[in-house]
């Protein structure tokens, strides 16, 4: 019998036991360690957000509207204070843009000629425009005041003189009116007769803002003076495409800054939608669009007329927003296909937070601060808002538009801010609009002054996206978020959705979004 003795096999066998317990310890510690790795990389999979090494000083008063003083039907009234209040400019151009150039200060309002009905101009005003008589100096002051604004003044070299516009800024400081930014003209490059009868060449142009600076500089030697500038493309007229050069030799050595309006497109083109229902454009169309703000930039800092703007020299964006060929008589009948949407909202803030890469730029102010939904930030009336399709008037009255209820987080995240940084994420998601350009899906910057830092922060993807934000923010920050589809019309505050709270680490930053953040360091 070859069986082995009892006391051998209870040996055999307590060893066969202690490697059985030993194997299953050692793939315990080894399934923990893999899980403790696993876990470990997960969190390094997160998309994390880090401040960048480029920063850039900032003015505190960095966000301005723009205001077609025409539209303001008094500056005292309760319910445009508040509205501008809570869009919380810091600046306000006066009286705005094309009107600058044919408005009559004294009279608070167009010039005679169109009171009267014998003006012959390019550009043509409505009988209610001609007879407003609402936004005198004084006028001006009361409504700076109540909403803690500054002026930024847009002399009229064009039915004016510079006799006369001088004795504006000195009444307007008489009254107690800040004179601390002036504009020398709007857009006079613009290939129309009213600009040609003034000034035939570019050059003419330039001499006589030479005059109108050395006069300016006499009486208000602190304030800041801007020459009319243009960003064109390679297909506008000879006029634009020697506008900047003609500044070069006096104009822009005597100034202090240029001017540059700068509107993009929706990307769309211009053939009828197929979609029925308003705004006419669908989740695809989306991606062009958001993508185009990061076009019109790059095209912007690429083109020669930009190249050429001297280096020492500040530039102010006294009109930016989404532009559509829906406007003058050869485009009559045409309709939207974006504007007043929540995609326009997006839209405006990238553009806002775009403008921050270059450190030249001073201030910027956005086209425009109340009137209807092509442009306006806020929406006074509920004709304000009309559907393209059932002409339908559907606006809360003194609401924001998709622009307002994006730029008033932009306006509050940069109030009183000094520094900014740009922040990029590790794992950002890039998207393709027209023409297969990439433009990443989250983009923002860090704000700071002293122990406060506010970040600002857009998501353009159609997707949540999670980022740790831990490396930008030591304590607890607490958030604001607004957000929806990029169809959505904005035309009352319940439109999008909003929350607030407090971040630990993480931050989900939902689909179509603009967040703003903000931490205080004790």
């Not at 501008?84 to 009279?107: A, C, E, H, M």
């Not at 009254?175 to 009213?194: C, Q, R, S």
């Not at 339908?392 to 008033?408: N, R, T, V």
């Not at 607030?500 to 953040?517: H, L, R």
Request: include cysteine.
């Amino acid at each position: 019998m070859n069986s082995k003795p009892f006391y051998k096999q209870r040996y055999f066998f307590r060893r066969f036991i202690l490697l059985l317990i030993g194997l299953t310890i050692w793939i315990f510690i080894g399934n923990s360690i893999v899980a403790h790795q696993s876990k470990k990389n997960q969190g390094k999979t997160f998309n994390q957000a880090h401040l960048a090494s480029f920063s850039r000083s900032l003015s505190p008063n960095f966000f301005c509207s723009n205001n077609n003083a025409l539209r303001v039907p008094s500056w005292q009234d309760s319910n445009f204070v508040e509205a501008v209040q809570r869009l919380n400019p810091k600046k306000i151009r006066f009286p705005g843009g094309t009107v600058s150039n044919y408005w009559d200060w004294r009279y608070g309002g167009l010039i005679e000629d169109f009171r009267d009905g014998k003006a012959d101009f390019f550009y043509s005003f409505n009988s209610k425009d001609a007879q407003y008589d609402s936004s005198k100096l004084a006028d001006l002051l009361q409504g700076l005041t109540l909403t803690n604004t500054e002026p930024v003044f847009v002399l009229n070299l064009s039915t004016s003189d510079l006799p006369s516009q001088l004795e504006m800024l000195r009444t307007a400081r008489h009254i107690g009116l800040p004179i601390k930014y002036i504009e020398l003209g709007n857009e006079l490059y613009i290939d129309v007769a009213d600009n040609k009868d003034v000034f035939p060449q570019p050059q003419d142009y330039a001499a006589e803002t030479v005059k109108w600076i050395d006069a300016i500089r006499q009486e208000f030697p602190t304030a800041k003076i801007a020459v009319v500038g243009v960003t064109p493309t390679s297909r506008k007229p000879r006029r634009l495409k020697k506008w900047n050069s003609s500044l070069l030799s006096e104009a822009l050595p005597k100034a202090d800054a240029i001017v540059l309006h700068i509107y993009g497109s929706h990307g769309l083109g211009n053939d009828k939608s197929k979609i029925q229902t308003y705004p006419f454009f669908d989740s695809e169309d989306a991606k062009t669009i958001l993508g185009q703000p990061f076009a019109k930039w790059k095209k912007v800092q690429n083109t020669p007329q930009f190249e050429l703007l001297p280096q020492d020299k500040k530039i102010w964006i006294t009109e930016y927003n989404l532009f559509e060929n829906i406007f003058y008589a050869k485009n009559k009948g045409k309709k939207p296909k974006v504007m007043g949407s929540w995609a326009h909202g997006l839209y405006a803030a990238t553009m806002s937070l775009l403008f921050l890469e270059e450190p030249r730029v001073e201030f910027i102010c956005n086209h425009q601060l109340i009137s209807n939904f092509y442009f306006a930030s806020i929406l006074p009336h509920a004709s304000s808002f009309k559907d393209p399709v059932s002409q339908s008037s559907i606006a809360k009255p003194y609401s924001f538009s998709a622009a307002g209820s994006a730029l008033s987080l932009y306006a509050n995240a940069i109030d009183g801010m000094t520094q900014a940084s740009p922040i990029y994420f590790d794992r950002n998601s890039i998207a393709k609009g027209k023409n297969e350009f990439e433009y990443p899906t989250l983009y923002g910057w860090m704000f700071s002054h002293k122990l406060q830092k506010n970040s600002l922060i857009v998501n353009l993807s159609d997707r949540p996206q999670k980022v740790d934000l831990s490396p930008l923010f030591k304590q607890k920050p607490s958030y604001e978020t607004i957000f929806g589809s990029p169809r959505d019309l904005v035309t009352n505050p319940e439109v999008l959705e909003k929350r607030t709270g407090t971040i630990e680490k993480t931050f989900i930053f939902p689909a179509y979004s603009v967040t703003k953040i903000s931490s205080s360091s004790s």
